[in-house]
């Protein structure tokens, strides 16, 4: 109590640690042996930690080394289950690629704030769910490459005030896994489109400012409801 008191921590100054974080046009994915830098189109570069220019999050670190595609592949088996789930068919492929990217690239717009929504091609209101069409297996895959936190949004509710407690600083993607019919996704939007508040058991509320806040996806059997 004598050495670390409130009243004398208080006069030691705070050290700002700036990490690093995606940019708009190009996104960085960590491995054990090192990073790998994606730019816009197939250009994409290895690098050794030596060359990184600001400190990073551990639990960022994917648990592999970093190994390129050999030249005999000539498409990956996940692509393979994307076009799949797809139907073949070249825009919803284009479209669900599309959203994978976005989610693993942490870089936010706050202008163009979005939530990326997985559902099935027969939707319904009645009551009755068609699953089983890969809809959890893509925000398992996105885990696989960004720290996420999966929600059961079946039972989830929004009037608890530890709503968000699992949430920490290095969390990329918030993923609400199978929601229900009556998800109450106008409660998102603030957190969308702003800063996010969370509050853990006995401590302090804070806030994660916007550009730092992860992205949310929602998979679902049923129509979203809201405007």
Request: one cysteine or more; hydrophobic letters at 35%.
């Amino acid at each position: 109590g004598r050495y670390f008191n409130e009243s004398l921590i208080e006069c030691i100054p705070a050290n700002k640690i700036i990490f690093k974080r995606d940019k708009a046009d190009k996104a960085f994915v960590y491995y054990r042996n090192g990073f790998v830098t994606l730019s816009k189109g197939e250009n994409k570069t290895f690098n050794t930690y030596d060359s990184l220019d600001n400190p990073i999050w551990k639990e960022c670190i994917i648990d592999r080394d970093y190994q390129p595609l050999s030249e005999k592949f000539q498409r990956s088996e996940f692509e393979q289950f994307v076009r799949n789930i797809s139907g073949n068919d070249q825009k919803r492929f284009d479209a669900i690629c599309s959203a994978i990217g976005y989610l693993i690239h942490d870089y936010k717009d706050r202008s163009n704030a979005k939530a990326i929504v997985l559902c099935d091609e027969k939707l319904s209101d009645s009551g009755s769910a068609n699953g089983r069409t890969g809809k959890s297996l893509v925000g398992k895959a996105v885990s696989y490459l960004r720290n996420m936190v999966r929600i059961d949004a079946r039972n989830f509710t929004f009037e608890d005030r530890f709503t968000f407690q699992a949430v920490n600083l290095d969390t990329k993607v918030l993923d609400f896994n199978d929601a229900e019919g009556g998800f109450q996704f106008d409660k998102l939007f603030s957190v969308v489109t702003d800063d996010m508040s969370v509050q853990y058991k006995n401590k302090r509320t804070f806030s994660i400012p916007f550009e730092q806040s992860p992205k949310i996806l929602i998979s679902t059997n049923y129509t979203i409801k809201g405007t």
